[in-house]
């Protein structure tokens, strides 16, 4: 297609309008060269048809091949050279046919030719007003060649101009209103689109902390609590971590059958074994972003099982509910009270019903102390097509539509600005042809009028509803039905007055300025409801207008051909703008925003994409300083767990990891919550230890938390029996400190506080002072650092 090359860099509102005025054209045009042709010959003498039909026919072909070209592109140049030629056959028929007939059918035909070419052309305005010179030159020359000796009638040529200028501010008006509804539309997508990227990386933030927790975390964790037991399983379980760790998360794509991948659940080795008693209905097809997290869940809970159950056996079943997956897992161990679960433990909050909620699932614990644990998983398929709560998306890159909602309410923008546009269009063309080409007229033939002050009237009458309604246009509001109703049946009084008020034989001739304005005003009016509603009223304004015709007596065969041409010319012309007007409202529009919002699905697709990978290598290269090396050496046999520096290295790098997961929490004093993570994990290690808060706690950025907390968590990691954390509150400051009593041999603490880049920020500063196994060490921060005022 020719418009091809212009129309690719515009939004979608816009490449479809430009588009569907082409076809529109195109049709408008062929369609009344054919009809204007056919009367034409009718309305000539005998014995001039064939000479007629010699010119009017390869006009109709050229029209066909233009047809054709919607579908199968030709070149520029080669459509130019046929519209011309529709032109210039068109205008050589005139002295052909000769007549009134011939002249009311150039001045039909080339006029809806030149008003279609702004639209077939409409990025190239050059070509298209060249065509309109090509069309006012072949009616002045047509003009002369049927009447020769006398002067051309300029003013159906200068009426021909006035339609190629309305026709080209309508289309800048319409298109200036797509192209706002773009911009409008476009923003609305990129905050929706920030928003929906957000709300991805948090929901992958946290299955990567879910997966480090079920991972390294508790993998070190172990390590760092003894060695008096069998590590067999700790080589492969390290290399495993490393996998988990290393892969991209979130890029699984299609469905995974969930039977099998439960018949995968590791049940551990040794005294952790747990046997796994499995009633599953397979197969179980689910999406793999619901089926993973299940699995991993699994996976948490087996092991949670081992740990904390007391028992060696727990049953896993699965089977199919309406249109969903549920899967359990119960044992008859000791139980619990979830409602007694620190914030802090991760294993249910984040392993498993945080997966859960994740990918729109939901999952459940169910225990009491004494009396055994049920854990249960659902998934049905309608949370795959809605937004998980909270906003949080499936972790599969390639997500479901987006919910129809959205589709509707872009819909309904695009429509609203382009039926904005469209009714400014046409009160634009209506104003101007009354007051230029129809004012003429009535001010021209006041002497033939039957009485002159009722056409008089009317045109008040018709320019005020035309003000009544732009008044509301113009203020944004849209026009009563009890206004509108009044307002249509005003117009179609107009046409009836001035249909009667006419003497015989001037019907769509020069005297009647009424018969091809009045559809305008009534299309302003209408421009909302769908055509058939305008073409009842042109079907009321023709018939109120062919009774006064046969009122006053019956017409010749070439006179009703003359008045079928200016109807067409007139009323069909108007009513394919009613057509092209409701396709644009109801094809055009949802087109648009359907169009829209699948470029921004694409769009939001790629950018989490891309914000996942750069995540995910931020993460990894933020582990691959202390907590892989670990695992490499662990994996692979270079570090032994029965070292006592590994297994410190271990609890150090397990405290991190801690204080970590505890970021995310919602508390009122998130650097005393992210203390006691590590304070818990130094605990599981056989320490104890005593935490102090001096003074009313305040706000410290994350980084700064993180440097803070770094150092205490190193000494608290080589603590072997006690240790006291302090935390003081100054106005100016805050101080993080530990005295650690036999302490092991600290030759790591420093290069491990190092390792963090925390201790080395100059916003943070770290003493530290060791006297025999006693280790002091305290991180201070001045809050003036940040915020600009000493206040201490």
């Known amino acids: 297609m020719r418009l ?5 860099n515009g939004g979608s509102s816009e490449r479809l309008l430009i588009l569907a005025l082409e076809r529109y054209g195109v049709w408008l045009r062929s369609t009344v060269v054919c009809l204007c042709s056919a009367l034409g010959v009718v309305s000539a003498d005998a014995s001039e048809i064939p000479l007629a039909t010699s010119l009017l026919v390869p006009a109709v072909l050229a029209c066909g091949v233009r047809l054709y070209s919607l579908r199968h ?27 009134e007939g011939a002249d009311v059918m150039v001045e039909a035909v080339v006029g809806i030719c030149v008003v279609a070419f702004q639209y077939e052309w409409a990025t190239r305005p050059v070509a298209g007003f060249g065509l309109a010179a090509v069309g006012v030159v072949v009616c002045v020359l047509g003009d002369v060649l049927s009447s020769p000796g006398q002067s051309p009638d300029l003013v159906p040529q200068l009426r021909m101009l006035i339609q190629v200028g309305l026709s080209r501010a309508a289309y800048l008006v319409v298109r200036a209103l797509a192209r706002a509804a773009d911009r409008s539309a476009a923003a609305r997508a990129a905050a929706r689109r920030e928003v929906e990227v957000a709300a991805a990386r948090r929901a992958t933030e946290r299955e990567y902390l879910a997966t480090l927790h079920d991972t390294a975390s508790a993998t070190l964790l172990m390590v760092s609590q003894g060695d008096g037991r069998d590590w067999s399983w700790l080589p492969p379980r390290a290399r495993q971590d490393l996998e988990a760790l290393s892969a991209v998360p979130g890029f699984e794509t299609g469905s995974v059958d969930l039977a099998a991948l439960l018949g995968c659940v590791p049940e551990g080795e040794g005294q952790a074994r747990v046997r796994l008693k499995t009633h599953i209905e397979g197969p179980l097809a689910i999406p793999s972003g619901p089926g993973l997290a299940i699995f991993n869940g699994v996976r948490e809970a087996v092991t949670n099982v081992a740990r904390h159950a007391g028992v ?9 509910e309406g249109d969903g997956t549920v899967v359990e897992l119960s044992d008859a161990g000791r139980g619990f009270d979830p409602q007694a679960v620190p914030a802090r433990r991760r294993g249910i909050s984040g392993s498993i019903i945080g997966r859960m909620h994740a990918v729109g699932g939901s999952a459940s614990v169910t225990s009491y102390p004494g ?12 949370t795959w097509a809605s937004q998980p709560p909270d906003g949080a998306h499936v972790t599969d890159v390639p997500r479901p539509p987006r919910p129809q909602p959205q589709h509707t309410a872009a819909v309904r923008f695009i429509r609203g ?10 009160l634009l063309i209506s104003l101007v042809w009354q007051f230029t080409v129809s004012l003429r007229r009535l001010v021209v ?39 509108r109703g009044w307002s249509v049946g005003s117009v179609l009084a107009v046409s009836a007055v001035c249909a009667f008020t006419l003497p015989p034989g001037q019907s769509t001739g020069p005297p009647d300025w009424a018969f091809g304005v009045v559809g305008w005003h009534a299309l302003f009016l209408l421009a909302d409801l769908r055509v058939r509603a305008f073409a009842a009223f042109l079907g009321a304004h023709m018939g109120l207008n062919a009774t006064a015709v046969f009122l006053s007596g019956a017409p010749t065969a070439a006179e009703l051909a003359v008045m079928g041409i200016s109807t067409i010319s007139a009323c069909g012309f108007q009513f394919s703008v009613g057509a092209l007007m409701t396709h644009l409202l109801h094809g055009t529009a949802p087109a648009a925003g359907v169009a829209a919002a699948q470029e921004e699905e694409l769009r939001t697709r790629e950018r989490i994409h891309e914000d996942r990978q750069r995540d995910h290598k931020e993460r990894y290269r933020a582990l691959t300083a202390t907590t892989v090396p670990l695992l490499v050496g662990l994996g692979h046999g270079a570090l032994s767990p029965h070292d006592e520096e590994v297994r410190l290295r271990c609890g150090v790098e397990a405290a991190r990891m801690r204080r970590l997961f505890a970021e995310g929490d919602a508390v009122s004093d998130p650097l005393l919550n ?15 230890v005593s935490l102090a808060v001096r003074g009313r706690p305040g706000e410290v950025p994350v980084e700064i938390r993180r440097e803070l907390i770094d150092p205490v968590a190193v000494t608290l990691g080589h603590t072997r029996s006690t240790a006291r954390v302090t935390v003081v509150w100054t106005p100016g400051a805050v101080r993080v400190s530990v005295v650690g009593v ?7 603490t420093g290069e491990a506080a190092a390792s963090q880049g925390g201790a080395t920020d100059a916003k943070v500063s770290v003493a530290r002072t060791t006297r025999g196994g006693s280790v002091w060490v305290e991180a201070s921060w001045r809050r003036s650092a940040v915020r600009g005022v000493d206040l201490a």
Do not use: K, M, N
Request: aromatic residues 8%; contains cysteine.
């Open 445 to 483: 033939h006041q002497d033939v009028y039957r009485p002159a002050w009722a056409q008089t009237a009317a045109f008040v009458c018709l320019a005020a509803v035309a003000v009544a309604g732009g008044a509301y246009l113009l203020r944004g509001r849209q026009i009563p039905p009890r206004v």
């Open 674 to 688: 992210e203390l006691r993570a590590c304070v818990e994990v130094a605990e599981h290690q056989g320490a104890t």
């Open 742 to 748: 036999d302490c092991a041999d600290g030759r790591g």
């Open 73 to 99: 592109p030709l070149p520029s140049a080669l459509l130019w050279t046929l519209d011309a030629s529709v032109l210039v056959l068109t205008g050589l028929s005139q002295p052909v046919i000769g007549g």
């Open 312 to 320: 060696p056996e727990a049953e896993l079943r699965a089977w199919t």
């Open 371 to 382: 009396t055994g644990t049920r854990v249960q998983w659902r998934w049905h398929d309608r």
């Open 4 to 8: 091809g090359g212009h129309v690719g």
């Open 417 to 426: 600005r382009l039926l904005y546009g469209t009714q400014l269009a046409v």
